[in-house]
T-cell receptor, first 114, second 110 residues
Framework: AAGVIQSPRHLIKEKRETATLKCYPIPRHDTVYWYQQGPGQDPQFLISFYEKMQSDKGSIPDRFSAQQFSDYHSELNMSSLELGDSALYFC?????????????FGPGTRLTVT | DAKTTQPPSMDCAEGRAANLPCNHSTISGNEYVYWYRQIHSQGPQYIIHGLKNNETNEMASLIITEDRKSSTLILPHATLRDTAVYYCIVRVEDTDKLIFGTGTRLQVFP
């Protein structure tokens, strides 16, 4: 079965650079979520989109922005990168038509800021 | 948000049942209990969820107490591949974001 696709899988950037992470949800899933997991920490919710509109917002820095496109893929844009942004970034998707709201997670993008 | 409390770590022998407890004493009437697990640095994986009744699927069983203040995830026959961090999450009503706590690190040994 098709899963959530994230690209790139690994990314190395320097401080103050920008990065763009991409997420391709499971086909027919209309909701996308972004989570950040720092080293040794638990996943933290950043932001979510439903039908291309922002549906919820968590602890996402102002330097980050995200959007969902007409084909339901989503991009997380990160600017003025800091060392503390080094983390695993997970994207998850779900279907609003599912009553269980279970989220399917991608393999993550490992971002390293040097 | 309903807060969950889980033991930080547990061990289980391979082939035995793993019983992972979770306290959620402040849960509201319409809030669901979800369980996810994360195998080392992989994306979290959905296991099971429930509201009031006990639930079972191909992965696990979920036992929710009558007062809904606690629950137990049961892996009936643990294998080495079940070694992971298990998260008990109460989904806030009218939102679908997941608020991860610290979870239980389950180590299955041979």
């Amino acid at each position: 079965a098709a899963g959530v696709i994230q690209s790139p899988r690994h990314l190395i950037k320097e401080k103050r650079e920008t990065a763009t992470l991409k997420c391709y949800p499971i086909p027919r899933h209309d909701t996308v979520y972004w989570y950040q997991q720092g080293p040794g920490q638990d996943p933290q919710f950043l932001i979510s989109f439903y039908e291309k509109m922002q549906s919820d917002k968590g602890s996402i820095p102002d330097r980050f922005s995200a959007q969902q496109f007409s084909d339901y893929h989503s991009e997380l844009n990160m600017s003025s990168l800091e060392l503390g942004d080094s983390a695993l970034y997970f994207c998850a998707s779900s279907s609003d038509r599912s009553s269980s709201y279970e989220q399917y997670f991608g393999p993550g993008t490992r971002l390293t800021v040097t | 948000d309903a807060k969950t409390t889980q033991p930080p770590s547990m061990d289980c022998a391979e082939g035995r049942a793993a019983n992972l407890p979770c306290n959620h004493s402040t849960i509201s009437g319409n809030e669901y209990v979800y369980w996810y697990r994360q195998i080392h640095s992989q994306g979290p994986q959905y296991i099971i969820h429930g509201l009031k009744n006990n639930e079972t699927n191909e992965m696990a069983s979920l036992i929710i107490t009558e007062d809904r203040k606690s629950s137990t995830l049961i892996l009936p026959h643990a294998t080495l591949r079940d070694t992971a961090v298990y998260y008990c999450i109460v989904r806030v009503e009218d939102t679908d974001k997941l608020i991860f706590g610290t979870g239980t690190r389950l180590q299955v040994f041979p």
